[in-house]
Nanobody, 126 residues
Framework: VQLQASGGGVVQAGGSLRLSCSASGLTFSDRGMGWFRQAPGKEREFVAAISGGSDRTGYADSVKGRSTISRDNTKITVDLQMNSLKPEDTAVYYC????????????????????WGQGTLVTVSS
């Protein structure tokens, strides 16, 4: 199983980035998928997730209204569009996959994801 995250970079506050996670080696459409992040010196935290078998989504309060998670079951990708970025969004962002039929709400628990990808660094300058 591979989860390959991309799209990170340096952006000014107020800017936008689109992160993408390409999955391989697993059945995709029925798995919940999520994005998490870890800032320097802090614990990894939930950002957003989309349920397996549906398009239901959920977001951390810190990004709600500024971010959109989406999946393409044909391309086997899950994207995170982030707008109005703030310096506090600076972190390494990780893509993760849950088990079969994992819901977005279950993925709020960092212990739920079954597979993790490598991170992609997002740096937001003030």
């Amino acid at each position: 199983v591979q989860l390959q995250a991309s799209g990170g970079g340096v952006v000014q506050a107020g800017g936008s980035l689109r992160l993408s996670c390409s999955a391989s080696g697993l059945t995709f459409s029925d798995r919940g998928m999520g994005w998490f992040r870890q800032a320097p010196g802090k614990e990894r935290e939930f950002v957003a997730a989309i349920s397996g078998g549906s398009d239901r989504t959920g977001y951390a309060d810190s990004v709600k209204g500024r971010s959109t998670i989406s999946r393409d079951n044909t391309k086997i990708t899950v994207d995170l569009q982030m707008n109005s970025l703030k310096p506090e969004d600076t972190a390494v962002y990780y893509c993760a996959a849950g088990r079969y039929r994992t819901t977005w709400s279950m993925l709020r628990d960092i212990n739920v994801p079954y597979y993790w990808g490598q991170g992609t660094l997002v740096t937001v300058s003030s």
